[in-house]
């Protein structure tokens, strides 16, 4: 939980829950710095595309 919000850990890209996954990565949106990206190590070695849901901003 951030502040009142619940944030589900699910990759962006592929959408599958990352609790338990100890190898996936979170950053800020790099666009309106919003939203947290959470993707998993499979998505993120294959560069595939995700985009954010706030902005719309589209990433590797």
Do not use: A, H, W
């Amino acid at each position: 939980m951030v502040g009142d919000v619940l944030v589900q850990m699910v990759c962006i890209s592929c959408k599958r829950n990352l609790l338990g996954d100890n190898k996936f990565t979170s950053f800020p949106c790099p666009k309106c710095g919003e939203t947290v990206i959470f993707r998993c190590s499979k998505c993120k070695t294959l560069s595939n595309e995700y985009t954010c849901e706030k902005c719309g901003f589209i990433g590797p």
